[in-house]
């Protein structure tokens, strides 16, 4: 039954390692990573999570069942949750003011993300918009395991590497992994391409973004 998910997580395989191992998870799981580099992260982060959220508020209105519509409404909550706790938590920690959070423009790789994520769960069906955000869960999970398990003790930023490494965490994505093969067992051949398409081009974005953060990137113009 867990068909597409294991299809797409088996393509991905090599690119999922390229990112697991980064300079940045890798620098973030030593304490090595520089302040300036996870505070661009942060900032960018919060910027993501907002637009994450109104995917996953698009997306739930799409649903196939009553159990959809919650499922994913309840995600769009959650992603703005995480995202206030980060303002008053992280911002504080390392020194990000709301103005320095308000003046500062989505990055070239985030404003791409953000942009792919709301326009394919605005125009595509259902199935390619959650196939589009798995990544941004699986992914994630998966790195920050990775991390949790390499962290030095006295690491400064444990308190965010204990988020992603989490059980309530690690449920919601179980949670959309099942949905997503749930519906993809009653896709079209064409649907599950694109949905193969979808999920490739977000693991492609999550790569970009701590890329991106690795290199404090902004607009070159
Ligand atoms: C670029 C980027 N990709 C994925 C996540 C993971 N993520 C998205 S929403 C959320 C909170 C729970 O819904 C988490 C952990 C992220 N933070 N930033």
Known sequence: ?????????QANLPLFETTRDMPFNRELAEGALPTEKF????????????GFARSLALVSAKGWSADHVVQFTKAAEVA?????????????RFGVS???????????????????LQATCAQAPFEVGLAALLPCFWIYREVGRAIHA????DNPYSVWIETYAGDDFSEAVDAVIATLDEVAAKCSARSIENMHRAYRRSSQLEWMFW??????EGWLV
């Open 1 to 9: 039954m867990a068909r597409f998910t294991k299809d797409a997580w």
């Open 39 to 50: 505070r661009h992260y942060m900032i960018q982060d919060a910027h993501y999570l907002e």
């Open 80 to 92: 703005i949750i995480v995202e206030r706790e980060l303002h008053a938590d992280y911002f504080e």
């Open 98 to 116: 709301p103005q320095d959070f308000a003046s500062t423009e989505l990055s070239p790789a985030c404003n791409h993300y953000v942009s792919y």
């Open 150 to 153: 390499t962290a030095t003790p």
């Open 211 to 216: 890329d991106s953060a690795y290199r404090q």
